[in-house]
């Protein structure tokens, strides 16, 4: 059997280290960019709806956020009814910022597929969402205690 998934990830720790290095000099550190892009793209989301969508645990999240929040990128604001939720913002800082990672992100996803053909990119970009799915559902379970049987 192929392994899929090792290439996925070396994929994906070759695309972080790019944006890690590129982003340095906006101060987004290790990831940072992918949760704000999420809250830019859903503005007033909440931190709990936030994990779900990027598919991390609190607590990553909660350090993510705290040092956007401190660097300007993001703010908090409570809810007007429940003073517990908090809504999270970009920044005019952050929006500039995601103004860049969108151009980066653009430029990376055409690089990844200049050598394949309409057709490719089409049936990849399927597979991938198939992918993704089978591996989201397990990972719900895992998240809900349920153990795997491997």
């Given at each position: 059997?192929?392994?899929?998934?090792?290439?996925?990830?070396?994929?994906?720790?070759?695309l972080e280290?790019?944006?890690?290095?590129?982003?340095?000099?906006?101060?987004?550190?290790?990831?940072?960019?992918?949760?704000?892009?999420r809250?830019?793209?859903?503005?007033?989301?909440?931190?709990?709806?936030?994990?779900?969508?990027?598919?991390?645990?609190?607590?990553?999240?909660?350090?993510?956020?705290?040092?956007?929040?401190?660097?300007?990128?993001?703010?908090?604001?409570?809810?007007?009814e429940?003073?517990?939720?908090?809504?999270?913002?970009?920044t005019?800082?952050g929006?500039?910022?995601?103004?860049l990672?969108?151009?980066?992100n653009?430029?990376?996803?055409?690089?990844?597929?200049?050598?394949?053909s309409?057709?490719?990119r089409?049936?990849?970009?399927?597979?991938?969402?198939?992918?993704?799915s089978?591996?989201?559902?397990?990972w719900?379970?895992?998240?809900?205690?349920?153990?795997r049987?491997y």
């Amino acid at each position: 059997m192929e392994d899929i998934l090792r290439e996925i990830g070396s994929i994906s720790r070759m695309l972080e280290s790019i944006a890690n290095i590129e982003f340095k000099e906006i101060q987004l550190s290790k990831g940072q960019y992918i949760y704000l892009v999420r809250i830019f793209e859903n503005e007033g989301i909440i931190p709990e709806r936030l994990a779900e969508l990027i598919k991390v645990d609190r607590t990553t999240l909660s350090r993510a956020v705290k040092k956007l929040e401190e660097n300007g990128f993001i703010l908090k604001e409570s809810d007007k009814e429940n003073k517990k939720i908090k809504h999270l913002y970009t920044t005019i800082k952050g929006k500039q910022a995601v103004q860049l990672i969108i151009r980066e992100n653009n430029y990376s996803n055409k690089v990844a597929i200049q050598q394949l053909s309409a057709l490719e990119r089409k049936n990849f970009a399927e597979m991938l969402a198939k992918i993704k799915s089978s591996v989201e559902i397990d990972w719900v379970n895992v998240k809900n205690g349920i153990k795997r049987d491997y």
